[in-house]
């Protein structure tokens, strides 16, 4: 046990971590600790503690070191606890070399290290199956870069993590020495930088200001997504990086649709976006909890896993569902389109009926399956196209004759549905409704009419809110004053 067990803490099994870096074993040292300032912090996930100081090892020079503890909660088998030391590289061009080593004392197992780079792909690798033979008590360390296959630019990483994650207690204390990289590789093609220098809305006329709201929101779902499993977080702060853990499964299908169209503008290399909507999908295929082929509507960015004891979503997994074969269409012909078809064949739209005509909003393994059914206009219309269409676990369709299409009148407009307008929105994302009659409704111009209401009410309610108006107006479920809600309904 570390020396500031006392300080953890109570009920926490402890473990310590020291970095030292000094005369790399072979090649060029990486960082230099004696000058290293603040550039390093912790990371919590879960029932964990870390700390991390720099110390005077006694070992050619200073070190970091990085204390932890983890426990995971009792009421939770599953879930995953994690801890991280983080460290930037002052220079981090590694484009030149085939391998990073160091120099470990003690057990490896279940240590990761990571890599990140200055377009934010990240990857974690074990370094249990990189270890060498233990010589005085040191392994030597080496472990090839080619095994980042995640890292898109060699020639700016900007930093490397040590992880330990855990689903029980664990305790252990390692030291790690002499970081450093080495071996000669040819330089790889530099890539594509994609970010612009950020220019205010006002200073923009009307066309490209909506090139760049587009834009940007592309890139919501390229840097807010973990590199590895590209799931794609649920919520973000704006103006800072955080590290939000959740991501949500429906925030995947529309980050896979807008990943090929950044690709279509030209604002992200297609190289790029076509691994990272494979990697995404393989993720899906293997890694993702899923229950008959539905997902869960948030999932643990990195793991994959049910978070927040959640429901397994029909409308979301409908919404992934949509994106994924989006980017098959998009990518015909290749491995993207095989996965999306699996997936979607996957999932047992039958079984979420639960014995009635129109689908269950979700499922979950404590209560079964929720009571209230995709059985109004909303949304829901997504889900039940493709449930009707299924190659494999096709619903009757009933469920799309007999939805209620019940109208509501505001001002001079009249529409089904709520008055949110996501709801009006995310069908139209994916099929295109201006030219598909059933007899019973013309869905986009039905769509139009909500937008119209939409604008009127924030024009009628201006005098109440300062941040409504005819310029200004669109309201959907979102974060908002009194919270998370569906505003406009």
């Known amino acids: 046990m570390c020396a500031v067990a006392d300080k953890i803490p109570s009920g926490l099994i402890a473990g310590c971590l020291l970095i030292q870096c000094c005369t790399p074993v072979t090649g060029g040292m990486l960082v230099d600790f004696d000058a290293l300032s603040r550039d390093f912090g912790t990371w919590t996930r879960g029932n964990a503690f870390a ?14 070191r990085f204390q932890y503890a983890i426990r995971p909660a009792a009421d939770s088998a599953t879930a995953v606890s994690e801890c991280g030391l983080w460290l930037t590289f002052p220079d981090g061009d590694l484009s030149s070399f085939q391998w990073l080593e160091l120099r470990l004392k003690g057990d490896p197992e279940g240590l990761e290290l990571g890599l990140k780079d200055a377009l934010w792909f990240e990857q974690f690798i074990a370094l249990e199956k990189f270890a060498g033979t233990a010589q005085h008590g040191w392994r030597p360390v080496r472990v090839p870069l080619r095994q980042f296959e995640a890292i898109s630019d060699w020639y700016a990483v900007t930093g490397m993590s040590l992880v330990v994650r855990s689903r029980t207690p664990t305790s252990g204390e390692l030291v790690v020495d002499s970081i450093a990289v080495g071996g000669e590789r040819p330089p790889p093609p530099r890539p594509r930088r994609h970010r612009a220098p950020y220019q205010r809305p006002a200073a923009l006329d009307e066309e490209t200001f909506l090139h760049e709201l587009e834009k940007w929101s592309c890139f919501y779902f390229w840097y807010e997504a973990d590199a590895v499993s590209g799931l794609v977080k649920d919520r973000c702060k704006a103006f800072y990086r955080d590290a939000f853990p959740v991501a949500s499964i429906a925030a995947v299908g529309f980050g896979l649709a807008c990943l090929c169209v950044a690709d279509a503008r030209g604002w992200l290399s297609r190289e790029a976006v076509y691994r990272r909507v494979r990697d995404t999908l393989r993720f899906f295929r293997e890694g993702a909890e899923s229950v008959r082929g539905f997902f869960y509507h948030f999932l643990e960015i990195k793991s994959g896993r049910r978070a927040w004891n959640c429901e397994l979503s029909s409308i979301d997994t409908a919404l992934l569902v949509a994106g994924a074969l989006f980017a098959g269409e998009y990518f015909a012909g290749t491995e993207v389109q095989s996965l999306a078809d699996e997936i979607y064949r996957r999932v047992d739209w039958q079984w979420m009926l639960n014995g009635g005509v129109h689908p269950s909003m979700g499922w979950t393994p404590e209560g079964g399956f929720l009571p209230s059914r995709w059985s109004g206009y909303n949304e829901g219309l997504l889900l039940l196209i493709l449930g009707c269409g299924s190659p494999t676990h096709p619903i009757d369709p009933r469920a799309w004759w007999e939805l209620n299409r019940d109208t509501r009148r505001y001002g001079p407009f009249t529409f089904a549905g709520p008055g949110a307008l996501f709801v009006h929105q995310y069908p139209h994302l994916f099929i ?22 939409a604008r009127r009410w924030a024009v009628v309610n201006a005098p109440q809110s300062r941040s409504y108006g005819e310029s200004s107006w669109g309201l959907t479920a979102c974060d908002g004053p009194e919270g998370y809600r569906a505003y406009g309904s």
């Open 51 to 64: 700390r991390a100081d720099q110390v005077k090892a006694g070992f050619r020079g200073s070190g970091l």
């Open 432 to 453: 295109d409704f201006r030219f598909l009659e059933d007899g019973l409704m013309d869905y986009y111009l039905n769509s139009v009419q909500a937008a119209l209401a």
